[in-house]
């Protein structure tokens, strides 16, 4: 159990474009998830954490209107990349978080490749 | 404020040597405490974790770890490393409330494996 899957694993899209990447939690209701990014040889970077039925809350530095991110329902977290630049290429790798009373523990998804040319 | 230390950024080790990665956090309490391993260009695959008990946890692919309060750290230990044990390790550690806290990782220890 536990399985977080993102989608798509890879994309490539022109400088300008709007990329959408999913985080679905698969057989578990996720009131919380959470949005990374990893550079090349660095670790994960949080971006923002995101919770069910309202704004997601971004860490210092990152930006509201170029990263949004939508969490509609307990199972899907949206997270689209606005007007994409070749220095958004990057690793996003998303997490959910079992709902609250249980461990502090998170299930991650295998991440999502961006690529702006 | 939670943080993560890994002291070494790139460990090499010979196949069937020993291997230990250090990890040392700072936690107000008693935390919750994961590792993690990437291979290149794919996702993070949880190898164990230490939530209560006996503080030498086993996880998977014959790795444990032994969680020491006095010492703030969380070292990962494997008897005998394999040329597939070559990765990326992250420690990372969560608070034990129910709110929305993230983990903290450090910054990671890149393994190679030579034979």
């Known amino acids: 159990g536990a399985v977080v899957s993102q989608h798509p694993s890879w994309v490539i899209c022109k400088s300008g474009t709007s990329v959408k990447i999913e985080c679905r939690s698969l057989d578990f209701q996720a009131t919380t998830m959470f949005w990374y990014r990893q550079f090349p040889k660095q670790s994960l970077m949080l971006m923002a954490t995101?919770?069910?039925?309202?704004?997601?809350?971004?860490e210092q530095g990152v930006e509201k209107d170029k990263f949004l991110i939508n969490h509609a329902s307990l199972t899907l977290s949206t997270l689209t990349v606005t007007s994409a630049h070749p220095e958004d290429s990057s690793f996003y790798i998303c997490?959910?978080?079992?709902?609250?009373?249980?461990?502090?523990?998170?299930?991650f998804g295998p991440g999502t490749r961006l690529t702006v040319l | 404020a939670q943080s993560v230390t890994q002291p070494d950024i790139h460990i090499t080790v010979s196949e069937g040597a020993s291997l230990e990665l250090r990890c040392n956090y700072s936690?107000?309490?008693?935390?919750?405490l994961f590792w993690y391993v990437q291979s290149p260009g794919q996702g993070l695959q949880l190898l164990l974790k230490?939530?209560?008990?006996?503080?030498l946890v086993q996880g998977i692919k014959g790795f444990e770890a032994e969680f020491k309060r006095s010492q703030s750290s969380f070292n990962l230990r494997k008897p005998s490393v394999h040329w597939s044990d070559a990765a990326e390790y992250f420690c990372?550690?969560?608070?034990?409330?129910?709110?929305?806290?993230?983990?903290?990782f450090g910054k990671g220890t890149r393994l190679s494996v030579i034979a």
């Open positions: 936690y107000g309490a008693t935390p919750y």
């Open positions: 995101s919770n069910e039925g309202s704004k997601a809350t971004y």
């Open positions: 990372a550690v969560g608070g034990r409330n129910s709110g929305n806290t993230p983990l903290v």
């Open positions: 230490y939530f209560s008990g006996d503080t």
């Open positions: 997490s959910a978080r079992r709902p609250a009373g249980g461990p502090n523990e998170q299930f």
